[in-house]
């Protein structure tokens, strides 16, 4: 896992996908899901990657029963004095802590070693950019039963990110929703603001997110249907956005392992900004969006 990076860069509408986003609450058909459950719990897994400059490592870990299913994702280590020393493969017991806002692990022990795994080769993980005008007809659904097709959101800013309703974890797929709603009330609210803008929040688990469950999440965010929208549909299209978008996800048992994007389209089409990471970035992407809202106006 490489350190968080910014970047940005210029596309034609249908070039703009390309870059790369890692996580399961679980509610009752078309109910909104719980906020995720504050406390500590201790876990067993084995380390996949340690990254000691962005201060995380990567656990394929068990269930932890009343809180989340067996995946592999990465987690913020408190103290980083707890990193040096593990390696790959190594078998491990630690605490994970949650709250409101966020998340850590501390309490790392070694307890043994698993059986070797290779690494994934570089750029195992990256996927291959389909051609521009692919993108353009691809059907989507959205949280109210409607089709929704990219071209629909032509002349409109864009703000464009993945997730999953049953992310157990309040700084990953939260965060990201806590971001579009924040910004997305703060334009709304701005006197003589742009009109023409949108935000899409693209779901990784068709299979569990119907229109129904997208809805009931959506009004946890006291979202406006004019203004955001959540798309689900059928997994050949979500995997092509998701991977000509360069956003790379797997089923990893009942919870899916993906890493972060947020995307910034201008009013004209092209991608104006990219955010590779999560964490707060509602500040960024209001700021963004005044930018796109408005390109192409005379």
Same mark, same amino acid.
């Given at each position: ?33 719980a906020?995720?459950?504050n ?47 593990l ?33 994934d080769?570089? @750029? ?7 051609? &521009? $005008?692919? /993108? =353009? ?6 949280? !109210?039963?409607?089709?929704v ?22 700084d ?96 004209? @089409? ?7 990471? &999560? $964490?707060? /970035? =509602?500040d ?5 969006? !005044? ?8």
């Amino acid at each position: 896992m490489t350190p968080p990076r910014r970047s940005c860069g210029t596309g034609s509408w249908f070039n703009l996908w390309r870059l790369a986003l890692s996580y399961v609450l679980f509610a009752a058909p078309g109910t909104a899901p719980a906020a995720p459950t504050n406390g500590v719990f201790t876990a067993h897994g084995v380390v996949r990657e340690v990254n000691a400059a962005a201060g995380t490592v990567t656990i394929r870990h068990d269930a932890i029963p009343g809180y989340m299913a067996a995946m592999t994702m990465p987690f913020k280590v408190q103290d980083a004095r707890e990193i040096p020393g593990l390696r790959r493969d190594d078998e491990i017991v630690f605490q994970l802590h949650v709250t409101a806002n966020e998340s850590w692990v501390d309490g790392l022990v070694r307890i043994g070693r698993a059986a070797a795994t290779a690494a994934d080769p570089p @750029g195992s993980r990256v996927p291959p950019v389909l051609p &521009g $005008g692919a /993108l =353009s007809d691809l059907a989507f659904t959205n949280e !109210l039963g409607q089709p929704v097709r990219l071209h629909d959101f032509q002349g409109q800013a864009l703000a464009i990110t993945f997730f999953y309703t049953r992310c157990p974890l309040p700084d990953y797929c939260p965060r990201l929703s806590k971001n579009f709603q924040e910004a997305s009330q703060r334009l709304a609210a701005l006197p003589g603001g742009p009109t023409n803008w949108h935000f899409l929040s693209v779901t990784f688990d068709p299979a569990f997110d119907s229109p129904p469950r997208l809805k009931a999440y959506a009004q946890s965010y006291q979202y406006t249907p004019a203004h955001w929208s959540f798309l689900t549909g059928p997994v050949d299209a979500l995997a092509a956005l998701a991977h000509s978008a360069g956003v790379t996800w797997r089923a990893d048992g009942d919870g899916i392992d993906h890493d972060f994007r947020t995307l910034i389209v201008d009013a004209r @089409g092209h991608l104006q900004m990219v955010f590779p990471t &999560g $964490g707060n /970035l =509602s500040d960024q992407v209001v700021a963004e969006m !005044l930018k796109a809202a408005t390109v192409g106006r005379p």
